[in-house]
Each structure stands twice: as structure tokens, then as C-alpha cells.
């Protein structure tokens, strides 16, 4: 039996593991990912309401219908994003799984997850054991703390915090596995695991071409978001790296001569991005 089974006829120990870290010997997160669908009764993708198609995992999807177990799509971070795109998200994912949109933050949608997971379970006399699978950074551990009530899975703002497979007891006869975040097993892309905050600045070889991205992504959606942030103002038809520059001059990041410094006016972009600070759409609530 592997590290991650968990025997559901060993009540006493299932108590003594009920919060501890179990520390995955397999290097493989696609092995990781099978062994934790194959113990869960019930799967959970938590994916960021910000990026919703970004941060879905369509291989892993694949493995949990090919398993036949009950799965729900949950949009976190939804306090980020206005209502009315969260409910055009959640009816298009709803055509894939139940969706349920939450703020693991703000604990808003928690009651309805876990109303959620009894449903679609349909277990009598013992505990649910449900799998949380997910990117980096999309919130999985805040979840699981919204619905447990307490802060019991260890959450951070910075990706990979989670490192082995922690089993969590929510109380009211669920029980989570948070894992680590999981990439799409050929996932290589370096901007959009800077935009999703897959990899933090530190690790980014390309700042730039990840903030122009950013940059990208905010001027296409919300303009006046970015302009606001920065106080800045961003003429129509501005080139995303002459919008870099500006912020970069507002920011006093120059170099010697008077020329702004792309490189650190990128790695603030990132941060600024990646911690929660600069938003598409301004605080909530929605």
C-alpha cells in the first residue's frame, strides 16, 4: 500500500493522520495525481475564477472521467471577478461538472461547496474522502480552510507551498486530500505560469515577455484597472512595451543616463500581479 492510502476500516488511524503531512515518495506528479483520485470518493478542480480556461487541467480531467468518480469544478477567487462573467463561466462549466463558485478568502460559496460535495458523494454511514486537484497558486488550501472553518491546510501566497499531500479533516464527515499544485504534464509555457503565478519572479528567466503579458491581459480586459494602479495614462493604441516603459518611468525605476529599467520595472509587475495587488477588475464584492 502506498504512503497516500488511506484505509477506511482503521478508524483510529485514519484520526492520527487526520491533519499530519504525508510526504509523496513518487516523483512523478501524474503518478501522484492517478494514487489520489484512485483513494478520493469525490474530486475537486479548483481553478481561478480569473482564468478560468487558463487554469483548467484538461489531462487530468480526462483521468478523473475515466475513473467514473463524482467531480466538481470550483471557481475560486471569485470576490476578483464581477458576477455576471462568474455566471457565465459557471454555465458553461456546468456542461463538464457541477460547478459551485467560492472565495476561499472571504469563505463566500464555502456552505454551498459542501452541500455540494454530500450531494454528489451519496455516502451514508462514514466518511467522505474528497481530492483537491489544481494549478499552483489557485487557491486549493484556502478552500479546503473555508469549508473546514478553521486554518487547518497551510496556505501561502507564493506557488508550490503545499508540498506534499496533507489530509485534512473539515469536520461533519469530510475529509480533504490537498496536493500540490499540478501542471499539465506538458505544460512548459513560462508566460502563462507567470501570469497564472505557477512561477514567481524569482524563478522567471523572462521577466519582461511575463509582464507584457500581464500588461496584455489588463489592457484588454480593464484598462482604467492598470492606468489606476499605476497612475498612468494609457493612450489608445499604445505598444504593450512602451506601456512597460511608462510604468517603469512612474515608478522611478531608471538606470544611469535616464533610461528606465525594463528588467525592474517587469519584476514589479509580476509581484504586484501574483500577490493580489494589481487587479482586472478592482476589489469586490461583486
Known sequence: MSELSVRKAEPARDKLISSQTIAPSMTS??????????????????????F??????????????RSGKPFIIVLNKC?????????KTKNRFSKIA???????????????LRHKILEVADIKGRDILIGSLGYPNTGKSTVI???AGKHKAGTSSISGHTRGVQVVDAGS???????????????????????????????????????????????????????????VKIEAGTPTYEVLELIGLQCNFLKRKEEVDENRAAVRIINDWQQGKLLVYGPGPY
Do not use: C, W
Open 79 to 87: 470576490d476578483l471577478v464581477p458576477k455576471e462573467i462568474l455566471e
Open 145 to 147: 480552510n473555508g469549508v
Open 98 to 112: 457541477p460547478t459551485v463558485f467560492v472565495s476561499g478568502k472571504d469563505r463566500f460559496g464555502t456552505t454551498m
Open 29 to 50: 506528479y501524474k503518478l501522484l495525481v492517478k494514487n489520489v483520485i484512485k483513494q478520493a470518493d469525490v474530486l475537486l478542480e479548483v481553478v481561478d475564477a480569473r
Open 52 to 65: 478560468p480556461d487558463e487554469t483548467r487541467n484538461s489531462e487530468v480531467e480526462s483521468i478523473v472521467s
Open 173 to 231: 464527515r469530510l475529509r480533504f486530500l490537498d496536493t500540490p499544485g499540478v501542471i499539465p504534464f506538458k505544460e512548459h509555457d513560462e508566460y502563462l505560469q507567470g501570469l497564472l503565478g505557477v512561477k514567481d519572479s524569482t524563478h522567471i528567466k523572462d521577466h519582461i515577455g511575463v509582464a507584457l503579458k500581464i500588461i496584455e491581459k489588463i489592457s484588454t480586459e480593464n484598462k482604467t484597472a492598470l492606468e489606476a494602479f499605476y497612475k
